[in-house]
């Protein structure tokens, strides 16, 4: 458990955990961008609204103490449970930083295997790691970290430079687009190696831990690093790219606003400079001409940055781009890059964000398809791009004072972030599609959340998203408070004339009850904005043109003052309050919460017919496990009035204290209609109880059901199946068979066995040409002589040759058991013909349960 309480020291408040305050006290307030610190050898103050470049200056998350049921929970488990959980499953990446060092240094050790961005989620959860050393003093945790960045630090060339596979020389040998889509040499492939990226997420956590223990081994390794990218990138280095300046912006954005936090900690301007040269040299002196995530809109290498109108690309790229504009204008004073964010804004909320705030529904880039295009089955809404959202959001918000941003952030955050780590802490989804069918594996291979996943850059955001919550709760000018997001908590905010102690009372988001105790040092005058969401106040439920409510909304929020009704004036979204504020003054703001039937433009094609429910700010979604089976098979051909819809909150279980939701439907029962209730609960507490079917848009007719009585399919899947050898105890029925394995070890179903331990091949022939969206190969592994493969791959007919396939850029030929190891082509691909070449462990034979291709519509 968390225990903390705020201490003064030289007139400011600090959050110490108890057992810490006899030792020392820690001066460190981070939240996002914003610091203000004294410690160490350096000394940083808290910047001025003018000096700090936004104008709002936000309320560090460690000087808000949450004392409520919603984030307080989330927060003890991040302690207990996620970040020690999430160090667990980084252990091979500090073991391939390790065998870096000992690669330098000369000591005889395993070469590490290649891998572009596995050390990014180290430093990641490093990075949220630091921040739970805010709130509770832990020596354990704290050894471990310092363990940790001496490994990374020896793995770091006297140069500066930091990145395993070219400092070992292991890229050379991948065979993923030449070098592992490393390079042949360091910078050789910027576009796609993602050794700026790593550094990006590397410098976030230096930051952090430096500012959470003064400790700076680690921020000098960032530093020293930061020196040889800009020497190599903008000057020129003899030792890289003979010598010419590299001046090449990275494939995946992170750098941009990690130079930014850089710059704010140390006050060096090279490193604002840096990130600036990045965000103007994009789309000007590298522009791809490939396809898929060889493409210029891919990383928004399309035009330059500032030119740039919609959201086009991967999800991810975009979100860390255009939150890095935000910092770089800000910081130095231009508002070049405002036109273009606030374009892309307007893109993103009127034709591209899913109802639950999600981000880059289409899968072969990870990213943005054209206008309207938003499915539900097929979304993608990668975890980390609704994370990029909440930031971007944010740091809109800071810059302009309006609400609508943080109604967009909080939709991302409550709903598709949210969903993206169930509520133990143990278990993530980095796919948030909007609707499952209990069957079909949609979060790469498995059916619902995973353990972890190589490429592990989702639940590594999580860990060092949630600490951070309540650094969102308030901002403020000289005289100005903002009250943006709710929850009970305490806190106190320092204006020009005097602090102000707030102390928040809310069970929000279930709850539109807030309740504030305003205690000003003195009696003073100054103007308190508390957020009135646009499900509150407009006929929708998120800002934007995409989704408008069934039935019109009574603007019925209302403000009181000590007991007492008054008129509070609404300024972009806020309802505000000036007035001489005394200690003791109690502020009521009712928002009422009722549920609410929501339908999409006509222009989204995967959502006609159909309707979604949401309360208050959260998206509600049917589970099957609440609903006796397929939740599909359910429609709301009504809107009831308000007495005919039950809400009830769960009192114990996983679920405890959510609010669940009760409505009128009708039921498809083979070939009967009949009247039924559809029970549906948050959608982002759906997947803690099993692996089950969900829907968020259900039909409003019996057409639009789209249901079978027995929903088994019949028939074999492909046209025909070969294989190079079969073992008389396996069945190439294995391979075409509908039925998807529990495990492993499944004897419940047939499996395909190889019939020696030599290499092997199987060619699937499809019923017509097809254009592949992913393939997945479950094994067959008995833990005895049926092993899983050492290697694969796919290749595909291309007139009379097999062709090897290229796979996605973050893609690798896994050999997991018990789940669907999936990948994705580099770039589109129509075929009729793939072929899948094994290589089995020496001894050992192979064997799967199922080859599951998806393809997309031609």
Not at 250 to 258: D, I, K, S, V
Request: aromatic share 10%.
């Amino acid at each position: 458990m968390i225990h903390t309480k705020p201490v003064k020291l030289n007139n400011k408040f600090f959050n110490v955990s108890d057992m810490s305050i006899s030792n020392h006290y820690r001066c460190i307030l981070i939240v996002f961008v914003f610091f203000s610190c004294s410690s160490g050898d350096r000394d940083i103050g808290r910047p001025s609204p003018d000096e700090q470049g936004y104008g709002l200056t936000p309320q560090p998350f460690d000087k808000v103490i949450l004392e409520d049921k919603f984030w307080k929970p989330r927060l003890e488990t991040q302690v207990e449970t996620l970040v020690p959980f999430a160090l667990d499953k980084t252990l091979p990446a500090q073991t391939a930083l390790k065998q870096a060092g000992n690669f330098i240094a000369g000591i005889d050790d395993d070469l590490p295997k290649p891998h572009r961005f596995q050390s990014s989620d180290l430093y990641k959860v490093m990075e949220g790691a630091a921040y739970l050393l805010l709130y509770e003093e832990n020596e354990e945790l704290e050894n471990r970290m310092d363990k940790i960045i001496d490994i990374i630090a020896n793995a770091q060339r006297e140069d500066g430079y930091l990145y395993v596979a070219h400092i070992t020389g292991v890229a050379k040998d991948h065979d993923h687009w030449g070098g592992g889509g490393m390079g042949d040499t360091p910078y050789s492939f910027v576009f796609h190696s993602h050794e700026l990226y790593n550094m990006g997420h590397m410098y976030e956590g230096a930051i952090a831990y430096y500012r959470a223990t003064g400790k700076d081994k680690w921020l000098k390794v960032a530093e020293k690093n930061a020196r040889h990218i800009n020497k190599v990138f903008f000057e020129g280095d003899p030792d890289y790219n003979d010598g010419e300046p590299v001046n090449q912006a990275p494939g995946h954005q992170e750098l941009e606003l990690a130079l930014a936090k850089l710059y704010r900690l140390t006050g060096n301007k090279l490193y604002l400079e840096m990130a600036k040269k990045f965000l103007d040299i994009r789309g000007v002196t590298f522009v791809p001409e490939g396809e898929g995530v060889l493409s210029a809109i891919y990383a928004q290498q399309h035009q330059p940055v500032a030119q740039q109108k919609k959201a086009v690309g991967h999800a991810v790229r975009a979100m860390y781009l255009y939150s890095g504009m935000a910092d770089v204008g800000a910081l130095s004073g231009t508002d070049e890059y405002n036109a273009a964010l606030e374009s892309i804004w307007h893109d993103l909320v009127d034709t591209k964000i899913s109802i639950t705030g999600g981000l880059g529904a289409v899968h072969g880039i990870e990213g943005f398809g054209p206008a309207y295009v938003l499915p539900n089955k097929e979304a993608y809404n990668e975890t980390c791009a609704a994370v990029g959202n909440v930031f971007f959001n944010f740091r809109m918000f800071l810059m302009t004072g309006d609400a609508k941003y943080m109604d967009v952030a909080e939709v991302s955050l409550l709903n598709n972030a949210l969903a993206g780590v169930n509520i133990e802490g143990n278990k993530f989804f980095y796919v948030n599609p909007l609707e499952a069918d209990g069957t079909t594996p949609f979060n790469h291979g498995r059916n619902g959340r995973s353990p972890w996943f190589n490429t592990a850059c989702c639940p590594s955001n999580i860990a060092r998203l949630i600490p951070q919550i309540s650094g969102m709760m308030y901002s403020y000018t000289k005289n100005e408070i903002y009250v943006s997001f709710y929850g009970s908590n305490s806190t106190g905010i320092p204006l020009a004339d005097g602090e102000v102690a707030i102390k928040q009372e809310s069970n929000y988001p279930f709850n539109g009850e807030v309740k504030l105790k305003i205690t000003p040092e003195k009696n003073q005058y100054f103007k308190l904005k508390m957020r009135i969401p646009t499900w509150a106040r407009t006929d929708r439920f998120v800002p934007g043109k995409l989704y408008k409510f069934v039935s019109e909304i009574k603007e019925e929020w209302s403000v009181r003052v000590n007991g007492q009704p008054v008129e509070a004036i609404l300024e972009d979204g806020f309802a505000a309050i000036s007035r001489n504020w005394e200690k003791g003054d109690v502020v009521a703001l009712e928002i009422p919460m009722p549920v609410r039937y929501n339908r999409t433009i006509e222009e989204v094609e995967a959502n006609r017919g159909r309707v979604a429910i949401t309360r208050g700010p959260l998206v509600y979604a049917a589970e099957g496990i609440d609903n006796n089976g397929m939740a599909q098979r359910f429609f709301l051909d009504e809107t009831p009035e308000n007495e005919r819809i039950g809400e009830d909150i769960i009192r114990e279980g996983i679920l405890r204290d959510v609010v669940v939701i009760s409505l009128p439907a009708r039921e498809v029962k083979s070939n009967d209609v009949t009247e039924g209730n559809l029970q549906l609960i948050p959608y982002y507490a759906w997947n803690n109880r099993e692996d089950g079917s969900m829907i968020i848009w259900l039909p409003d007719s019996e057409a639009g059901v789209q249901f079978s009585a027995n929903n088994t399919a019949r028939g074999g899947k492909y046209k025909k199946v070969s294989a190079s050898s079969t073992h008389k105890m396996g069945s190439l029925n294995a391979i075409a068979d509908p039925r998807r394995p529990a495990s492993s070890i499944d004897r419940t179903i047939h499996s395909w066995i190889a019939e020696n331990d030599q290499p092997q091949w199987i060619s699937i022939e499809l019923k017509e040409i097809q254009k592949i969206r992913s393939i997945g190969l479950y094994w067959f592994d008995d833990n005895r002589r049926v092993k899983v493969p050492k290697s694969w791959k796919i290749q595909y007919l291309k007139g009379d040759e097999w062709v090897d396939m290229d796979i996605y850029v973050t893609d690798h030929y896994s050999t997991d058991k018990d789940e669907y190891n999936v990948v994705h082509p580099g770039s589109e691909l129509k075929v009729r013909k793939i072929r899948i070449n094994i290589d089995p462990q020496p001894k050992s034979l192979v064997g799967l349960l199922d080859v599951d291709l998806e393809f997309e519509n031609l």
